[in-house]
């Protein structure tokens, strides 16, 4: 398996994990060690090794000590393999379906997409209920379309959408790979109009502007770029067809400064600040 950017990646999947309630003493073992990631990741992988060394295969807390183990694993490979033991040693698991999303990203992060969208089927036929189905159809969508199969793509990105529920984040990051698709969101019904006290003009924002691009290419490598890093990255779409990264929304402009001195060190280029009503 081809080892991809791991360390950006890694900073993405310690974000992600199931709400579940663990024993008092494994739970915390866990959550200090995701804590402690965060700046000695070596000493918390050290912490999850002697948690799964304690436990028995048997004991029913072993597959969330590997679903962690995984979730801050060294490289790629590591992680790889213990997540895809608890899908398969424990497929029963509360964790079974969040190692699946984990490894779709992992391999789409390495450009596999074959595989990505292996993960994600899986997690759509096995666990048909998840509450993570929606983002299994959001990475399984891009893989098929970087396969070239859109039939495939724009069914599960339609799904997606569907259900991307009340994260507007999420749900703008489905939407603009939803436009590749056509007819887009035919039984969705009208947005009503809006209500007298909605017309009032609302108070300034400011983001940054990192990108304007008409390739979608360059968009997604650079919003999945500022995603990993964990700025709040998301596309506008002009009237020219012009597709425009912007990171963050500012209420003062000097919080938007901060914020393109802050991409600039990051990610190079010439952000600048922009103002949007």
């Not at 948690?51 to 694993?73: E, H, K, M, N, W």
């Not at 596999?112 to 998840?130: G, K, M």
């Not at 070239?148 to 724009?154: E, L, N, T, Y």
């Amino acid at each position: 398996m081809r080892v991809g950017p791991w360390i950006a990646f890694a900073g993405l999947i310690l974000s992600i994990g199931p709400t579940v309630q663990l024993s008092a003493q494994s739970d915390t073992v866990r959550a200090a060690a995701l804590r402690i990631a965060q700046t000695r990741p070596d000493s918390a992988r050290a912490m999850i090794r002697r948690l799964v060394a304690r436990l028995s295969p048997q004991d029913s807390l072993y597959p969330g000590a590997l679903f962690t183990a995984g979730r801050i694993a060294a490289d790629a490979t590591t992680a790889a393999t213990s997540l895809q033991r608890v899908v398969v040693e424990y497929g029963r698991s509360v964790w079974a379906d969040s190692a699946l999303v984990l490894l779709a990203q992992l391999y789409f992060a390495q450009g596999d997409p074959a595989a990505t969208v292996q993960a994600a089927e899986r997690l759509r036929l096995d666990y048909p209920d998840s509450q993570l189905k929606t983002r299994a159809d959001f990475w399984g969508a891009r893989a098929y379309f970087d396969l070239k199969d859109d039939v495939h793509g724009c069914g599960l990105i339609r799904e997606a959408l569907d259900g991307a529920g009340a994260d507007v984040e999420f749900r703008n990051q489905v939407a603009f790979y939803a436009t590749r698709c056509s007819p887009l969101g035919s039984g969705s019904p009208t947005p009503p109009p809006p209500a007298p006290g909605d017309s009032q003009a609302k108070p300034a924002t400011y983001a940054v502007q990192v990108l304007a691009v008409k390739s979608a290419a360059q968009v997604d490598e650079i919003l999945t770029r500022l995603k990993v890093m964990g700025f709040d990255a998301r596309v506008v779409r002009d009237t020219s067809g012009l597709f425009k990264v912007r990171v963050g929304r500012y209420a003062t402009h000097d919080e938007a400064v901060q914020a393109q001195k802050r991409l600039k060190t990051r990610i190079g280029g010439q952000p600048f600040v922009v103002e949007e009503s």
